[in-house]
C-alpha cells in the first residue's frame, strides 16, 4: 500500500491581510492582477485560498502567501494568526 500525500496543518489567515487585499481592490487593483502577481494561476484559487476559513499551509500557499504580503507591505510573520494550543 503507497502512503497517501502528506497531511499539511490548516491555519487560520490573519484577517488584517485580507482587508489589506479588499482595500487595495478598492483602490483600483484588479484581484486577477494581485493574483498572479503573488503566483496564484487562477484567480479563483486566490479567492478561495482568501475567503476558506482555514488555509492549507502547503509550501506553495505559504509561498504566494508571502508574496501577497511583500506586494501589500503586509508583515509576513503575520499572514496567520497565531496558533491556540487548546484547539
Sequence with gaps: MRPGPPAYPRRKLNPE?????????LNGKRAWLLS????FPQSCDFS????????????L???????LA????????????PEDPQA
Design 17 to 25: 491581510l485580507r482587508a489589506r487585499v479588499r482595500d487595495e481592490m
Design 36 to 39: 498572479q502577481l503573488a503566483g
Design 48 to 59: 478561495s485560498i482568501l475567503h476558506a476559513p482555514r488555509v492549507p499551509a502547503t509550501p
Design 61 to 67: 500557499i505559504v509561498e504566494r502567501l508571502q508574496r
Design 70 to 81: 511583500d506586494i501589500l507591505g503586509f508583515p509576513v510573520d503575520a499572514i496567520f494568526l
